[in-house]
């Protein structure tokens, strides 16, 4: 263990679990099923709600799916994927409704998570992926962020694209090597940068924040017929702890939380979240606090006729990199706002992440699918004159194909304003 991972004050998983006995009035040692009403220390109790919160007591442990041995070695610490904490949901709600643990239970919708820390009184601050179109560049005093835009392409150049697909370049020239810089933005930098801001680096820091080192752990295998340890059956984790104080700048982000919006209401609990069986704190919120459009931001799409979708959560698409609800001319209707005609202009993304899991309905693993990363954005010609109402469907709406996919709350976009732009392919259409 290093002397950075030392200094890392973590919360002991065993004595989270004692601690929250009492407060139940449950003897020590009784299950975590049991313990379903504990509120957090000193916050106001709340009835049933769509929104709720996320308090990991743990680090999260998330695996991919990739062959767990002594080859192979833990996975890296990973935020939670959207199915993840959508079967955390689901299980939650079927105690708490006493509904029965079937494949009934897949119907029941989630959308997030959307990452939040505490700001002052029930009140959050939420963050954003970064989005794929900022590059960072430089260090120190010379650091900076730049973006990244669709451009038609040079006189004499072309590519591989599909037919009519932009190439998304710089915005300037830049000689430096990538720089680092914060992996989440604070939301309203998310918001600004969308409306064509160019953000300070520093700005970026102080508002963001970075996962800290994973948390690795040492296991030992149970011998079942000695109930002892197994000589020689060691295995490692690594979690992912949102507890730890870790930041940048002079704003160290500490007891974040998985902001999250249900299908059905449900009340405060303790469940289970994730792999090893950690523990996390549920907690209802107001419905205000999941985020809503900002004043004009739906007029302002309607009138520049085109946006930007930026994914919130990994997206899963049939056609890849793209949604499969588009056609062979790029164009066609978002699942979650039917009315509205898009036509793709444009796409950055960063490299594709493994995904997989465990059915236990078949008991047997899921197949490996391909996400697209969060903080993706796509480019997209508004076709026709759609309404703001025809809009409002498309926000933190789901962008996948199957329907599975998007009451997982896979490919959760922000949509935001962009102004296309016109080539010599457009105007012999």
């Known amino acids: 263990m290093s002397k950075k991972s030392r200094q890392t004050k973590s919360i002991r998983y065993d004595k989270v679990k004692r601690r929250q006995a009492p407060q139940t009035g449950a003897p020590a040692g009784q299950t975590a099923e ?58 939650g709600w079927a105690r708490q409704a006493g509904k029965p643990f079937d494949p009934s239970l897949m119907g029941f919708a989630v959308a997030g998570p959307l990452l939040a820390g505490p700001e002052g009184q029930d009140r959050l601050s939420l963050f954003a992926p970064k989005p794929a179109d900022a590059i960072y560049f430089g260090s120190g005093d010379r650091a900076r962020c730049v973006r990244a835009i669709p451009s038609p392409f040079p006189p004499g150049s072309g590519a591989d694209l599909p037919e009519g697909l932009l190439p998304v370049t710089l915005s300037q020239a830049e000689e430096e090597k990538p720089g680092k810089g914060p992996a989440w933005w604070a939301w309203d930098d998310l918001l600004a940068f969308r409306l064509g801001q160019d953000l300070p680096h520093a700005q970026l820091v102080n508002n963001g924040w970075s996962p800290p080192p994973g948390d690795r752990r040492t296991h030992v295998a149970i011998d079942r017929s000695t109930l002892a340890a197994d000589p020689g059956r060691l295995f490692q984790t690594e979690g992912l702890d949102l507890a730890s104080p870790v930041g940048h700048g002079d704003k160290p982000r500490s007891g974040l939380q998985l902001l999250v919006r249900c299908a059905e209401p449900l009340s405060a609990a303790l469940v289970h979240l994730g792999g090893e069986r950690r523990l996390a704190r549920l907690e209802p919120r107001p419905e205000s606090a999941w985020p809503a459009p900002p004043e004009g931001w739906l007029a302002h799409i309607q009138a520049v006729r085109g946006l930007s979708l930026t994914l919130l959560t990994p997206g899963l698409f049939g056609a890849g990199y793209r949604p499969g609800w588009l056609d062979e001319r790029l164009e066609g209707q978002p699942p979650e706002a039917p ?39 796509y480019w997209f010609e508004v076709v026709g004159d759609p309404s703001t109402e025809d809009l409002r469907g498309l926000w933190l709406a789901s962008l996948c194909d199957h329907p599975q996919d998007r009451r997982d709350g896979f490919g959760l976009a922000l949509p935001a304003p962009w102004t296309p732009i016109q080539t010599a392919f457009d105007n012999l259409k």
């Open 34 to 91: 049991r313990i379903t009403s504990a509120p957090a220390p000193g916050a106001t109790p709340r009835g049933p709600s769509v929104v709720l919160t996320l308090e990991p007591l743990a680090p999260l442990i998330c695996r991919t799916g990739r062959p767990f041995d002594d080859q192979a070695g833990p996975d890296g610490a990973r935020f939670p994927p959207p199915s993840t904490v959508a079967g955390c949901l689901r299980t």
């Open 339 to 377: 009315k509205l005609q898009l036509r793709l202009r444009a796409a950055a993304l960063d490299r594709w992440q493994p995904h997989s899991g465990w059915d236990l309905a078949a008991h047997r693993p899921r197949a490996g699918r391909k996400l697209v990363p969060a903080g993706a954005v």
